[in-house]
Nanobody, 119 residues
Framework: QVQLVESGGGLVQPGGSLLLSCVAS????????MSWVRQAPGKGLDWVGVIASDGSFTSYADSMEGRFTIFRENAKNTLYLQMNSLTPEDTAVYYCALGGRRTDGAYTRGQGTQVTVSY
């Protein structure tokens, strides 16, 4: 049974940084690409970015490029999202998700972690 558990969210001021983590279990983590997606209040899921199974490749949504970094530690079955230069528009629940970007939004994802960017 796939299990994805996110942590690291919280309240941060504009311009600040946060590091999110996602511990995976129930599948062979090092054989799957992994994504981060987010959902702002009252909006649908937005894809944040993806990392290849071996960490050799990453891709990001345009608005996150240069500010967000996805990396992984396969030995620890853990996925990370380093977020810098945060703005109030980054306020959302952040989820790690199995696989790459989906057009149908039907991600296998965890319970999410809340990130709030505000003074």
């Amino acid at each position: 049974q796939v299990q994805l558990v996110e942590s690291g969210g919280g309240l941060v001021q504009p311009g600040g940084s946060l590091l999110l983590s996602c511990v995976a279990s129930g599948f062979t983590f090092n054989t799957f690409a992994m994504s981060w997606v987010r959902q702002a209040p009252g909006k649908g899921l937005d894809w944040v970015g993806v990392i290849a199974s071996d960490g050799s490749f990453t891709s990001y949504a345009d608005s996150m490029e240069g500010r967000f970094t996805i990396f992984r530690e396969n030995a620890k079955n853990t996925l990370y999202l380093q977020m810098n230069s945060l703005t109030p528009e980054d306020t959302a629940v952040y989820y790690c998700a199995l696989g790459g970007r989906r057009t149908d939004g039907a991600y296998t994802r965890g319970q999410g972690t809340q990130v709030t960017v505000s003074y």
